[in-house]
């Protein structure tokens, strides 16, 4: 059994704009699983960051420097095998950039200008990520003008990260991006491209975290879930103790759990959790996340 979920991120709107997009994203996504489980995960995320509607590559928020800075990362449960980059600027999709990372280098994760030179060696051309939208929301709230705003974006449409997992013939992976938090003091890095703090894989299953990257890392939310699974505990059940210790910190998420049987669970403990679940080739229309009051 094969399986590829999505998600828009915590406080992201539920309307059919946002959930087609990432329909359309996971159906993408899965028709990917022929060439290769990264190949199908990293597009997955790839088609969310050129979508202006997500906070991740163009459409990311704008840190107090009035930049975009970008995390993401990617996961290879089997093998362990990850890549991540954090701070990244002026590339269209930084997840290829992660998945580059992983495959031709030792490292795993690379930051602000090494990133940017990684990027540009290996043939990543210029790319300006900054919506017209974001620059004059970021204006705006710079002037005083907006008093209060999400965490993420005081945009209407909110929006944090976007984050994927599949798992094709028992091998489970993983996909994460976001511009982060708006207005972050610039060299701030969430909890994307942290691994085992919003990203993990094993062979056993793999999770993606939305929402306070610092909760995520400061309690490793990711791994936490993945290595529950890895004990015999439920993906479901997983996915709900991952969000009752963010609760027990009084923050705010969701997380999106695989194991590598295929059971997927999403758990949040926020007012919205946008997804999409596309299994054996069907879209799966009646899935829902759990929210935990
Ligand atoms: N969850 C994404 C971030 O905090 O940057």
Known sequence: MNVIIVHGSVETSCDPLYLDSLQQAAITGYAELEKGLIDAVEKTIMVLEDDPLFNAGFGSVLNLDGEVEMDAAIMDGLSYRCGAVAGIKGVRNPVCVARKVMEETSHVLLV????????????????????????????????????????????????????????CDGNPAAASSTGGSFLKLPGRVGDTPVIGGGIYASPYGAAVCTGLGEAFIRLQGAAWAVNLISQGVSVHDAAKATINRLKSINANGGILVVDNKANVAAVHNSNSFPLALVRDGQVIKDFEATRIA
């Not at 990520?129 to 209060?148: H, L, M, R």
């Open 112 to 167: 602000g200008n090494g990133a940017n030179r990684f990027a540009a060696q290996k043939g990543f051309l210029p790319f300006d990520p900054v919506t017209k939208e974001q620059k004059q929301f970021w204006e705006k709230a710079i002037a005083g003008e907006i008093k209060s705003f999400s965490p993420f974006t005081g945009l209407p449409k909110s929006c944090d990260t976007v984050g994927c997992i599949a798992v």
